[in-house]
Every structure is written in structure tokens, then in C-alpha cells.
């Protein structure tokens, strides 16, 4: 199970990365960790002419504060979160999802931003950093752009780069202060992809709050109001006031036609509300 | 791959010279690119403690120290980690944590075959030195990256359980790791490394043979798909005009994203090719669609089936489709109905539902290009679908084949 | 009990090289010259092959059929009435019939230039309808995997004991159960590296085997060459399991390619083969009724089971030996008067089948457990009651049960009660009751095996496949210092005879496991075996050293009366010394009296010396019967379908243990292993016989976080027949599991009304049968 030969260039700088990205003249995959790519790469499921290894480049491998967003490199590893070498402006939201991901020497290589790329359904960035109302900051030749990663992550392993652009960071809000977070996942055994994931950001205070139902089929479903979930009002009571047969109704319009997968959708994103307003103890990470 | 003293210079090309630590010695390894740390460390070094049980990152039998900290040597290329220290089981010999390990592992029967042992060994060592207390679900959880076939894991569990114990009982605490730089472990900043000639010219498939497994499907025959879905769009064209394009099959390729026409060898079948792509995931199959058209209940099917070019992964699939009117006059539902199979590495691959959600984002887009043509603008190229080199395989392809008629 | 004599929990010889980074296994083999092999394998389930285009840039690295002149296919036969033979080709010839299957060979320098090659090379195939569900391929006008057959039936077989006896009885209970198909996945997976040794005109195969002699004979068998000439060398092997007790088509093929190219060859297996293309194992399905009395008294078992065998037959077990054991071992360890089995083993384009840890026992206490417990939901009485009543007592030991197994020795109700009172059924009976805090559901469940094993001539021959082990041969050698050497054909692969052997000569010559050590593994150093499979090394094997040393102590006996100028029968055996009447001498110094000053010996010395080869068998072949209650607490989501096993209780009887450390680890890998086969592991197919899963992301092995540590407690009722009463238990531990597991899920559901009864329970099958019956209740209540 070895890869097909490709060409290797570790650039030492984002222009520099650009201008490889610019000049290639077959197919191209960049890598960061690693860790979702490489399985692809051994098995021959991909075949780039050309891996840009941006690694190497200060800039993806930084973490610092603008006002109250906390701005981290794509190349950021889930573990230097779990480990708190980034500061947290989620209330440990960040390092809790982390820490859950796969296995640990995993989380010693795959970054936050290659998770994001990489944009399997069944990841927990793509979903938890939807939940937090994240989004990126995208550079191309012509310029930066950013996007909500809701809008980033447009279908099962599928982004909105444009060709030659690449991600250089995500940018997380501070959580609101007052806002309830909750986030579960489902796995058959620990470290495997999630069958389900649910995460709500749930302010009583000011009323809002956003649901994400995640690994499902294609990109996560997001409910950014997420009061019908609630009986049209969300407060401090909003766990109680949980509806169940809102979010089966929101599964079943977003075209989930199988019954046990919305059951069990609905149930984790029951937990994860449960979790938000405190009603289950905070247990060990379940991961690696 | 070969090992060399680290003062003598220069690569074979499409190899990498790394200079790399291992097991605290310099050494200089030429690997190609696409060599993952474990062959460089087993072929190259003939450390051959270091073990392969996937090579796709579950299992954990390669476990090893990247500078320190434990990763899979199997998701980790040569080119990776140039000027990394790594640290395999072999290096480990005079190592404390490693001693005590070894010796609770033997008291508790903590191994049978011992092909887990070593990416096991390392990823103990890590919990030891990183769990604050002998918690036996957090240990079991902090294992969970390496899997034994053989122990069933309790003398293992034990082992590490009896180890940090006994060192928390010394005084020794853990550590809590926030000291090193942010980024991939292994990781080097700055540091480049480049092998920038392909690395020996690749072997193609040879295009003469490239769709002979499609051409023996034959597309008339019963066809029972293993996956299917359903999936409508309106578009505000009346009924009849919609169905009408649905009957050019030039048109609806156009607005098929990847599709491309290179043949029509009778009035029902047409020869062609297909791109797809899930993620990083790409593939082109080639192959030959049969179409068939109702007027009378305004529905058809198409029914195609392509190989990629090694005739490895195949596909075959039928769209029924169906247009009714919509919910304001003047408007036209298309209701599709979608089956498909896929054969070989693709089919293999165990997650269906990305299948699933490319086809539904196929059909979104298919739907959005028929609205842009019904209302008589060309259908935009799909963004990020090499064109060009599909159109060049697949004249390729029509070439030899119309040699090979000759 | 010494130390390290027979009984002693004594850690292992072999763990320090492994911990070490210095196991060798066959992908650590370091040859000069040598070049890797890649295969291109069918995608396809079933297709004719029209023709493979191999560019010409590569011609010379890339073999098809058309090159292995001379080589003939595998055929694995059964002498059973009725067996249809099937014929593997070592590289596809004319059709494929599953995917994965071999049709060309490419070599290269590295495994990734000859994967580049294998990818370059194009199959014109012809896709044919194919077959890959058992019960589907039984029918009428079903797709043949092999035409001439007329049918898919490898062979069918049929017990009848008086089963229209059972008829009348009170309680009939129906259920249709199955076990999903799996992968064994040892952690390693296969290996062969071939070279030419131009010395001695020998092919040196090394390769991940179990069974080394068994593997000589069929390559001698397929390449036409006389055993002489091939040395079979399985060195370090990580994990078998059964996954490594057979010839392979690699095996045969990358023999001919290194007689063809001249330099070492080798392939080793990647996961994504392993996963796809090579054996799977366990696919079981079973109609199976129980007639009962209202007290649980079973009257009669009626069942129909068939066993999806794949394509081939393997060798050397065959395509049959799962499903005609299914028939004779079906009773388990009940005692009734009225059986009935017909049993199925059915051709599917899918891969061959192999007999994994276990075997058709673990099916067989699937689907005899789980309805035993619906027998106890219908007589409305606890599931132990029913066991009680139908286990064999003590005082029918030694005892011939319904389908004339001869079951050794041992309490099966005590195993039972001293479970019940581990896991303490009561306190969980009123754990039930009351009402979980997370709203999961507490289940109890129960199961109890036996387990031929070890078992020889008498019953393999009555197989008629290609393998009947007959005396299990082993060597014992005193080195000249003083030192043991031991020889066995059988092969270590995990179970730490390295160890265990040892302490079973030092049990007879005192020799310390320190200075023992054992030679495996290699056809050109050890006695003929067939090798590692079946529970049976420490047995036979055991037996065998035994044998040898028990020689060898008397021909030093001999030698040591004469140094003490004393008559051997006035002189004993004792801790490694021969002591006379006015003095003892060591065996070193018999050692060096042999072997460095001869002239101080006898006359009439043996010639043999002081090493022997030594045969042995139990005194009846027909098998040890370990046995082992488990019962098993589970919390069950009803909502997710997780199961978390709170509690595992093995209660195991495998006779005198001769390292309790390496018994409980066998037990405790069995059990992980159970629970892989009860809630995780299952490799699916598509209509087209496409397998479903090519990773361990998709195909789940049960890690750190999902064994718990089974309480295991030991019965020790000697076996009358074997050497020290050992009796094998290499496999007990992945029986019961799924059954044990699957009854708890089944308790803790009841009150909903699910049962399940297929294998693995998963998470997604819970939910959906949670739904299915939540649903009926509500149609229920509606109606009403």
C-alpha cells in the first residue's frame, strides 16, 4: 500500500507557497499533518503530480488574539489546543473538542486548518468551529479573503477554495459571555469517525443560539436560529423546552430520508443541549 | 532508499536528501518523496522495530518519536520532517521510562506476538510521562490509538497502570508538554526540502484497452444498482420545454458538471467520459451511456457505464427521470430517480455517503446549468475540473480506439 | 508445583527481544538482491477475463497464467460424501470469482515501484452475474461460482437423531440467527519472502505459518517438486489466529517466480488486502427451533444451518470443515435425546473461508445460547434454570453425547454456579428493577461452551482432508554444557511456548526455562507437525517434550548411575541431579561425560545419547474438553445502541494449566476477540460482492476502551488422557463472548421488546430494531 510517485516542495513561506501552487502544471494536493491525506495517498485514492508540504511556513504555525478572536495558523495541531499552548477564548470549548479527536500521535501532526480542508463530514472541526461561528481567512495571489466555515465547507470533502488559494487561518469569536456550549459525538468505539455530532451555542441571555447537526452525509447542518429547536423561544429554560421532533423535521427537510440516522441525530444533539445547560457531569474526554 | 554517512551530499534524482536524527545519531537518507517514515526507517536504517500494520494510521504498530513526541511513521512522508529527531523502539534501550515499561510488561503479560509491542511501548511511555494519576479508563482511552489483536489489553492496561503509579509514588510528576513550538511534531520551520523532478516516469495504463470493461456492459440488459437515491428540483421553465432539453443529450452533457461527449455511435447511445471528484479523490471514468426518452409521460432514463482507465474502479449507474409540473403554472418538477453501483478501490473505500452527497451536489449543480440554459445562457465550466486534461485523455483514448478498428 | 515447573505463572522468555525492537518477523528479513511483489487482484466479484494488457515497458516484470507452466492449482478435498472439489488457480485462469483474487505478478525493486507496474496494468473483464448471499446462491438458477457443479453446494450434510421424537413437545421455539462475515486481522498480516539456495537446490520459503510442514507439503504438492528441495521458515509471526494456517496462492506463486528470476523475492500483505482479498471467516446462518418441556427440559434441537465457505476451498481445512462441524457440535455441552442438523457449506463469489480462533463454535454458541433464552422467556423462567437443567453432570463424565463427542472430564454446572455467583446475579436482578440515572437499560447474559480440541487421527481422518495429524513428534537435546535445546514442528506464535515448553521439560529434567530453549518454525529442524491450530500445541506438543524428556532423564540416569559406580534402578531423578545411594551427580556433568570425556562411560551406553525424538498421543485422540461459563452485565443506549460491558465473568476449566499467566491471556485475548465478533467487526458486501470496508476506519477492531478485564476464575479438572491432564483453551475465550453479550443486549432490551439475533450487535441495529418495535407498540396501542 504505497503511494504513486509524486513531486515534493517544502516552501519556506506563503508567497513562496502561492507562487508553487501558481507555477505547477499538474495536479497538486497540499499537505499539512497529514493525517487525513496520507491514508489517501497510501491507498492510491489520490494521485497528485505535486505535494506542497506547507509545514515549513512560519506564518501557518501561529496563534495570537485580535481584540477578543483568537486567530490560529492552519497548521495549529489539535494537540498544541488540548495542551493549551494556544489561548482560549472558548471556555475550554476548543480544548475539549481537541482533545477528542482520534488518537493521540494523530493530534501530534493533523492541524486545525488541514482538518477544515480536508472537510470530512465526519470530522468534529467542521461541525464544532460552525457551531462557535468561526470562520477563515483565505489567501490567493489577488488577495485574502474571509469566509464563515459555513459557508468554507460546502459538501462532503468538498471546500470553497479557488484553485490557488489556500487557507492560512481560522478565526474563532470569543464565546458570549453567558453562552452555553454543548458538543457531543457518537462513536461506535473510541477514535473513530463520529456517527453523529451535535453542538449548540446557546445564549439565554440575549435568546440566541446556534445548532449544528454534524456527520451527516455532506456539510453540517446549521441552524444559526436555532429557536424552533426550543418551541420558538430560547431562555434559561431552554433544555426543557427542547424539541425533539423540531430537529427531526430539520433533518427530514434537509433531505434525511433514514429514520435510525435521524434518531440518532436528534438524540446526540438532545446531549449536547442536556450538556450546554449543565444536566450531564463533564466526563472524561472520550479520545485518544 | 539508502543510508549514507551525513557529510556526503547529493541526491539520486527524484529522491530527497534528508538529514535526520535517529536514535541520537546523524544520518543522511535519500528516500523518494512518497516513502513514508516507516520504509525510510525499516528500508533505509534497517530499524525494523519499527512495524506496519495499516499504513493508514489506525492501528498504531508505527508509532515513534518525532521529536520527542509520539506519531505515525506511516502518515508521515520523508519529505516531511527534514532535520527531525526520531526516536524508534530500538532507541529506547537505555531509556528509564522505557525499562520500567519493559519490565511491567513482561511481570504482567502485557504482549503474545509482540507486533504491537514497540508502537505500543511508545505510546505508553507518552501516557506515563503525560497522565497525572494510574486512572484506568484514561489510560484505556490513551491506548485507544494502538490496537492489539492478541492481549485483549489487560496486561497492558495493568503494566501502565503499575508504572505511572509507582513514579507518581517517587515524587515524579508529569508533564504537561506546553514547552514546544506550535505546528506538526517533526515539523521543521524554514526548513526546505525539495525533490522537484518527477521521480521516475510513471507508468500509465496504456489507453488501448481503456474502456473495454464498459463496452461489455451491456446497457439494454436488468440492472440492480446497490445504492440509490431520489432527489427533484423545480426550475421555472414550463414542463415541456424542460423535457424537451432533457432529450438533447448534447445539452444536458453540457450541463452535466464533468461530463464530456466525445461520440455518438447510434441514436441511442452516446460515448463519453465522466470526472469526478470527492475531495481529494479523483477519478475519470470512461465509458458509454444508452438513452432512452417517453414523450407521452414526459420521462426517460439514462443508463451509462465507465471505467477509470485501469479498468480498476467501475461504474455503472441509471437516472429515471421524470417532469411533472411544478407548484405555479408554468414551471416544471424534475424528479430523478438515481442508482448506481461502483466496483473496485472507490467502492472499497467503506463511506458511501460521501458518494452519496457528491451525487446530490452533481444533480444541484446539473439542475442550476438546465435553468441557465433554459433561460439561454451557456452553462458556466464547473469551477476546479481540469477540462483540458480530461478532453486529452479521452481524444487519447478515441484515437487508439479508432487505430485499433483499422 | 516447581517455580518453573509445570503450573508456575512464570513470565516469559521471548518478551525481551520483542519489547526490544528484535523480533524478526518475515517483513524484517534483510536479503541481498532481493525485489518486492505486487498483485494485480480482481476488482470484480466474478468476470471472465477477456485479456490483461500489460505495457510493454514492463513486460518482463509482470507474470500471468500463462507463465506458471507446470503449476498446478490448490485443491483442498474433503473425503466426505458428496464434496465438490473446487480448483484455485494460483493466478486467475479464464474467470475470476472473487474480488482480490490473483491474476498478475509484478516485480520490482521496492513494493511501490511494483505497485506502480501492477496500476499500469489493464483487465479487460466481463462482468458475470455473482453471487453473495448464501442463502440466495442456494436456489434454483442461482449464478454459478463454479459451472460444472450444477449448484453452489461445496456439501451438505445431515444428522438425525430421532428428531420426530421431540415433536409433541410443550415449547417449540423458532428463531433465525446469523453471525456477519469477518476479517481475523492480526496486527501482522501475511508475509513470504522466497530465495534459492543454490547450494543446497532448495527453495527457502519464510513466511508467516502456522503450520510450516503443512505449507511444504502443498507447495510440493502445487510446484511439482519433491519436499527436499523446499525449507519452510516461519520466523517471528505476528498474530494468527487460523488467518495463518494455510497454503497461498502467493506462497506457490512467489516459489515460481523466485525458480524463475533467480534472486529473493517477497510480498508482504498490506491491510487493504487483508481486508479484501484474502480469507474472511465466521459467516454462519441458522433456522434453528428447541423443543422444550415447561421446566426448561430440553426435548430435541432441530436446525438448518448453512455457512457461506467463499469461493475456494482452502487448504488444508477445506471449504466444509465449518459448516459439517456446525453439525456435530451444535449439542454444546447439553445433554437431550432428539437432534436434527442439516447443514449447508455454500459456494459465494466471495473470498475462501478459514477456520478462525474458534472455529463453528462460536456460531454454533451464537445460535444455541440465544435460543436457549428465548426457550426461557417462553417457559417464563430465568435463562439459568434452563441451563441447569441441560448441562452434563459430573456423574455422567466420562460422557458420549448425541453426536458421539466423548466429553474427558469436568463439572459444567459448577462452572455455571460459581459464574451466577461471580457476577452476582441477584444484586443485578434488582439492579434491573429500579430505573438507570442516564436511562440506559442493564442487561445479564449468559453462555456456556465446550471445546474439542487437540483432537487427532480418529476424527481428521474421518474428514478425508488434506491434513491428519497423527503423532505429534518433538526433540530434546542436552548441550554438551548442560544447556536443553527442544525441537517442535508446531510453531509459537504469541502463546509463549518459547516459555511454556521449557517449563514443561524443567517439570521432567529440572533443567532451568533460562537455559531451555526452543526451536520452531523451520521444516529443515524440526520433527513433522501440523503445526499450530485446533487448541492443541500444548497438549500434543506438551506431550511430545514430554515424551522426549522423560527418555532423555533415563538415559542420563543410566549414565549418571554409572559415574556414581551405582545400579540405575538404585539410583532416582531428582531437580536436575541423579542421586545414588552414597551421592548424586548433575546433569552438566552427564552432559560433559557424553558428550567431552566418552571414555568415562559404560560399555554398554546407549548409543543415542542425550538426545531423543520422541511420539505421542493422548491416550484416546478423540479431543480435550475444555469448557467455560461467561456472564456477562451490560448498560445498553437504547437510544444510541452503545453497549458498555460493566462486568465479564469467565468461570474456564482447561484442565491442569501449565502457566496460569499465559492461560489467563489467552482467555482475555479470546474475549477481546469475542467482543469484536459481538459488536464490531463485519465485513459487508454489496450486491455486486463488492466488500465494504478496505481500513480499520471502516472495519472496527475493538481497542483499549472496549475490553474490559474479564474476572476470570479456574476450575482445574485434570483430562484422564493427556500427559499432565493440560487440556487445550487456546480458543475458548472468543466462544461465548457474542452469545454471552448478545443475551445481555437481548435482557436489557426485553422490556421493549427487541431481540436481536445477528452478529455484531451494532450500534445501528440496536437503534433500529429499538425504533421497529417502538413502532409496533404504537401500531398495538392504536389498534386497540
Known amino acids: 500500500m504505497k503511494p504513486a510517485p509524486f513531486a515534493w516542495e517544502r516552501p519556506a513561506s506563503l508567497p513562496a507557497l502561492l507562487d508553487g501552487l501558481d507555477r505547477a502544471t499538474g495536479s497538486v494536493k497540499l499537505i499539512a499533518g497529514g493525517q487525513s491525506l496520507g491514508p489517501m495517498l497510501n491507498l492510491r485514492l489520490v494521485e497528485p503530480d505535486l505535494v506542497l508540504d506547507i509545514t515549513g511556513i512560519p506564518e501557518f504555525r501561529q496563534a495570537r488574539m485580535e481584540g477578543g478572536t483568537l486567530v490560529l495558523g492552519a497548521c495549529v495541531t489539535h494537540a498544541d489546543i488540548e495542551d493549551g499552548r494556544v489561548p482560549d477564548n472558548t471556555g475550554g470549548a476548543l480544548r475539549r473538542v481537541a482533545s477528542a479527536i482520534a488518537y493521540r500521535p494523530v493530534r501530534n501532526r493533523g492541524t486545525i486548518g488541514g482538518s477544515l480542508v480536508h472537510a470530512d463530514p465526519a470530522a468534529d472541526w467542521v461541525s464544532a468551529l460552525t457551531a462557535l461561528g468561526a470562520s477563515v481567512e483565505i489567501a490567493g495571489r489577488s488577495g485574502r479573503r474571509t469566509l464563515p466555515v459555513e459557508a468554507f465547507v460546502t459538501g462532503a470533502l468538498d471546500v470553497a477554495l479557488r484553485p490557488g488559494e489556500v487557507l492560512v487561518a481560522i478565526r474563532i469569536p470569543a464565546r458570549p459571555e453567558g453562552a452555553a456550549w454543548g458538543y457531543v459525538k457518537h462513536c461506535a468505539k473510541i477514535g473513530e469517525f463520529a456517527h453523529a455530532i451535535g453542538a449548540v451555542l446557546i445564549e439565554p441571555d440575549s435568546g440566541r443560539g446556534r445548532a449544528v447537526i454534524g456527520a451527516v452525509e455532506g456539510a453540517p447542518l446549521l441552524l444559526t436560529e436555532a429557536s424552533p429547536l426550543f418551541g420558538g423561544r430560547i431562555g434559561a429554560d431552554f433544555a426543557a423546552r427542547f424539541d425533539p421532533a423540531a430537529a427531526d423535521a430539520a433533518l427530514i427537510a434537509a433531505g434525511m430520508a433514514d429514520r435510525v440516522a435521524r434518531h440518532v441525530h436528534v438524540t446526540v444533539l438532545a446531549r449536547a443541549v442536556a450538556q450546554a445547560a449543565g444536566h450531564t457531569p463533564t466526563t472524561l474526554p472520550e479520545a485518544a | 532508499m539508502s543510508a549514507a554517512p551525513a557529510d556526503i551530499p547529493g541526491p539520486v534524482p527524484g529522491r530527497m536528501a534528508l538529514a535526520l536524527t535517529v536514535n541520537g545519531r546523524p544520518v543522511r537518507v535519500e528516500a523518494e518523496p512518497r516513502s513514508h517514515l516507516g520504509d525510510v526507517l525499516r528500508d533505509g536504517l534497517d530499524l525494523t522495530g519499527t512495524h506496519l500494520g495499516c499504513e493508514h494510521g489506525v492501528c498504531g504498530a508505527c508509532t515513534v518519536l518525532l521529536d520527542g513526541e509520539p506519531a505515525r511513521a506511516c502518515l508521515t512522508f520523508a519529505g516531511a520532517c527534514p532535520g527531525a529527531a526520531i526516536t524508534t523502539v530500538e532507541g529506547l534501550d537505555g531509556d528509564p521510562v522505557a525499562a520500567e515499561l519493559r519490565a511491567a510488561f513482561n511481570r504482567e503479560h502485557a504482549l503474545q506476538c509482540g507486533y504491537c509491542t514497540p508502537g505500543m511501548l511508545i505510546a505508553a511511555r507518552d501516557l506515563v510521562l503525560r497522565q497525572p494519576e494510574a486512572d484506568e479508563r484514561r489510560i484505556r482511552v490513551g491506548l485507544s490509538g494502538n490496537l492489539c489483536r492478541c492481549t485483549g489489553y489487560a496486561g497492558i492496561v495493568r503494566a501502565v497502570m503499575g508504572v505511572i503509579a509507582a513514579r507518581r509514588a517517587r515524587g515524579i510528576l508529569p508533564e504537561t508538554g506546553t514547552e514546544r513550538a506550535l505546528g506538526p511534531v517533526g515539523a521543521r520551520l524554514g526548513e526546505a526540502a525539495v525533490a522537484v523532478s518527477p521521480p521516475a516516469p510513471a507508468l500509465r495504463p496504456g489507453p488501448a484497452a481503456a474502456t473495454v470493461t464498459a463496452q461489455a456492459v451491456d446497457l439494454a440488459g436488468p440492472f440492480a444498482p446497490a445504492h440509490r437515491f431520489t432527489q427533484s428540483f423545480d426550475l421555472a421553465h414550463p414542463p415541456q420545454a424542460v423535457f424537451a432539453l432533457l432529450g438533447d443529450i448534447a445539452a444536458v452533457a453540457a450541463c452535466l458538471p464533468g461530463a464530456v461527449l466525445t461520440g455518438r455511435p447510434d441514436h441511442d447511445t452516446v460515448e463519453g467520459g465522466l470526472q469526478v471528484r470527492i475531495g481529494p479523490i479523483g477519478a475519470i471514468f470512461r465509458g458509454r451511456a444508452r438513452i432512452a426518452h417517453d414523450p407521452a409521460t414526459l420521462s426517460g432514463a439514462v443508463r451509462g457505464a465507465g471505467t477509470d482507465a485501469a479498468g480498476r474502479s467501475a461504474t455503472e449507474g441509471e437516472i429515471r427521470y421524470r417532469v411533472g409540473p411544478g407548484e405555479t403554472p408554468a414551471t416544471a418538477r424534475v424528479v430523478l430517480d438515481v442508482g448506481y453501483t461502483l466496483t473496485g478501490p472507490l467502492a472499497q473505500f467503506g463511506r458511501p455517503g460521501l458518494v452519496r452527497d457528491l451525487a446530490g451536489r452533481i444533480t444541484a449543480d446539473f439542475a442550476r446549468n438546465l435553468d441557465a440554459r433554459l433561460a439561454g445562457a451557456d452553462a458556466p465550466a464547473p469551477a476546479g475540473l481540469n477540462l483540458l486534461r480530461l478532453l486529452a485523455a479521452l481524444v487519447r483514448a478515441r484515437l487508439a480506439a479508432w487505430r485499433g478498428r483499422a | ?784
Open chain 3, 1 to 784: 508445583m516447581s517455580a518453573e515447573g509445570v503450573g508456575a505463572p512464570l513470565p516469559r522468555k521471548e518478551d525481551d527481544r520483542l519489547m526490544r525492537g528484535r523480533g524478526q518477523y518475515v517483513g524484517d528479513i534483510r536479503l541481498p538482491g532481493m525485489q518486492d511483489v505486487a498483485f494485480v487482484r480482481s476488482p470484480l466479484a466474478h468476470a471472465r477475463i477477456r485479456a490483461i494488457h500489460v505495457p510493454e515497458a514492463c513486460r518482463d516484470r509482470v507474470f500471468t497464467a500463462a507463465d506458471l507452466d507446470g503449476v498446478l492449482p490448490i485443491r483442498a478435498v474433503s473425503g466426505l460424501p458428496g464434496f465438490k472439489a473446487s480448483e484455485q488457480p494460483v493466478l486467475a485462469t479464464g474467470k475470476v470469482r472473487q474480488v482480490g483474487e490473483l491474476v498478475a505478478m509484478c516485480v520490482a525493486p521496492t513494493r511501490a515501484e511494483a505497485e506502480d507496474i501492477a496500476a499500469s496494468i489493464v483487465l479487460d473483464l466481463e462482468e458475470l452475474p455473482a453471487i453473495h448471499d448464501m442463502l440466495a446462491a442456494r436456489e434454483p438458477g442461482a449464478a454459478l461460482v463454479h459451472e460444472h457443479w450444477g449448484d453452489n453446494v461445496f456439501l451438505e450434510t445431515l444428522v438425525d437423531v430421532d428428531i420426530g421424537s421431540a415433536f409433541d413437545a410443550p415449547i417449540t421455539v423458532s428463531r433465525t440467527i446469523s453471525t456477519g462475515r469477518q476479517c481475523m486481522a492480526p496486527i501482522e498480516g501475511r508475509g513470504t519472502v522466497v530465495q534459492l539456495d543454490h547450494r543446497l537446490d532448495q527453495l527457502v520459503v519464510h513466511t508467516a505459518s502456522q503450520m510450516p510442514h503443512i505449507v511444504r507439503n502443498g507447495l510440493s504438492e502445487c510446484l511439482g517438486i519433491e519436499q527436499g528441495r523446499i525449507r519452510i521458515v516461519s520466523p517471528d509471526v505476528g498474530g494468527g489466529f487460523g488467518y495463518k494456517a494455510i497454503l497461498l496462492a502467493e506462497d506457490v506463486a512467489l516459489c515460481w517466480l523466485a525458480l524463475r528470476c533467480g534472486h529473493p523475492v517477497r510480498w508482504l500483505e498490506d491491510r487493504r488486502e487483508h481486508l479484501t482479498a484474502n480469507a474472511n471467516c465466521r459467516e454462519h446462518h441458522y433456522r434453528i427451533t428447541a423443543y422444550a418441556e415447561r421446566d426448561g427440559t430440553l426435548r430435541g434441537i432441530d436446525c438448518e444451518a448453512t455457512v457461506d465457505s467463499g469461493a475456494y476451498s482452502a487448504y488444508p481445512f477445506s471449504a466444509c470443515l465449518e459448516a459439517a462441524q456446525v453439525a456435530s457440535i451444535l449439542p454444546g455441552p447439553y445433554d437431550f435425546p432428539s437432534y436434527r442438523c442439516r447443514t449447508w457449506s455454500v459456494a459465494t463469489n466471495k473470498c475462501p473461508i478459514l477456520p478462525y480462533r474458534g472455529v463453528a463454535r462460536t456460531g454454533v454458541c451464537f445460535a444455541l445460547e440465544l435460543v436457549l433464552d428465548a426457550v426461557a422467556r417462553e417457559a417464563g423462567i430465568p435463562p439459568e434454570v434452563v441451563r441447569e437443567k441441560n448441562l452434563v453432570r459430573p456423574g455422567q463424565m466420562p460422557f458420549e453425547n448425541i453426536t458421539n463427542k466423548h466429553f474427558d472430564s469436568g463439572d459444567y454446572p459448577e462452572a455455571l454456579a460459581r459464574a451466577l455467583a461471580a457476577i452476582d446475579v441477584e444484586s443485578v436482578r434488582a439492579r434491573q428493577g429500579g430505573a438507570e440515572p442516564d436511562g440506559r437499560r442493564i442487561g445479564l447474559g449468559l453462555a456456556i461452551y465446550c471445546e474439542q480440541a487437540a483432537h487427532g487421527t480418529s476424527v481428521y481422518s474421518g474428514w478425508g482432508i488434506p491434513m491428519v495429524p497423527g503423532h505429534e513428534q518433538a526433540s530434546a537435546r542436552l548441550t554438551p554444557d548442560g544447556g536443553l535445546e527442544l525441537r517442535i514442528g508446531a510453531h509459537s506464535h504469541g502463546q509463549g511456548l518459547e516459555t511454556t515448553l521449557a517449563q514443561v521439560a524443567h517439570e521432567i529434567l529440572g533443567v532451568p526455562v533460562a537455559r531451555t530453549r526452543l526451536v520452531h518454525g523451520d521444516t529443515a529442524m524440526t520433527p513433522y507437525s501440523t503445526g499450530s491450530w485446533g487448541s492443541r500445541v500444548m497438549v500434543m506438543a506438551g506431550g511430545a517434550v514430554a515424551a522426549a524428556c522423560e527418555a532423555l532423564r533415563d538415559r542420563a540416569v543410566r549414565i549418571g548411575a554409572h559415574l556414581l559406580q551405582a545400579a540405575p534402578e538404585a539410583c532416582r531423578f531428582d531437580g536436575g541431579h541423579v542421586v545414588g545411594p552414597n551421592g548424586d551427580v548433575s546433569l552438566e556433568a552427564i552432559a560433559r561425560t557424553w558428550y567431552r570425556r566418552p571414555q568415562d562411560l559404560a560399555p554398554d551406553t546407549d548409543p543415542g545419547g542425550l538426545e531423543v525424538t520422541a511420539g505421542y498421543k493422548p491416550q484416546r485422540d478423540s479431543g480435550t474438553f475444555s469448557y467455560a461459563a461467561h456472564a456477562a452485565v451490560v448498560a445498553v443506549d437504547p437510544d444510541l445502541g452503545a453497549v458498555e460491558i460493566l462486568d465479564y465473568v469467565i468461570v474456564e476449566d482447561g484442565g491442569t494449566l501449565v502457566n496460569p499467566l499465559v492461560v489467563d491471556g489467552q482467555i482475555q485475548g479470546g474475549l477481546a476477540q469475542g467482543i469484536g465478533t459481538a459488536l464490531f467487526e463485519e465485513m459487508r458486501f454489496d450486491g455486486r460482492g463488492q466488500p465494504l470496508a478496505s481500513t480499520f476506519a471502516d472495519y472496527l477492531l475493538p481497542g483499549p476502551a472496549e475490553v474490559p478485564m474479564a474476572r476470570i476464575d479456574h476450575m482445574e479438572t485434570p483430562s484422564p488422557y493427556t500427559r499432565f491432564g493440560q487440556k487445550g483453551i487456546g480458543e475458548g475465550g472468543a466462544i461465548a463472548p457474542p452469545a454471552a453479550l448478545a443475551n445481555a443486549v437481548n435482557d436489557a432490551l426485553r422490556p421493549l421488546g427487541v431481540e436481536m439475533l445477528h452478529s455484531p450487535v451494532t450500534p445501528h441495529r440496536i437503534v433500529a430494531a429499538v425504533l421497529a418495535a417502538r413502532s409496533a407498540a404504537t401500531r398495538a396501542r392504536d389498534a386497540a
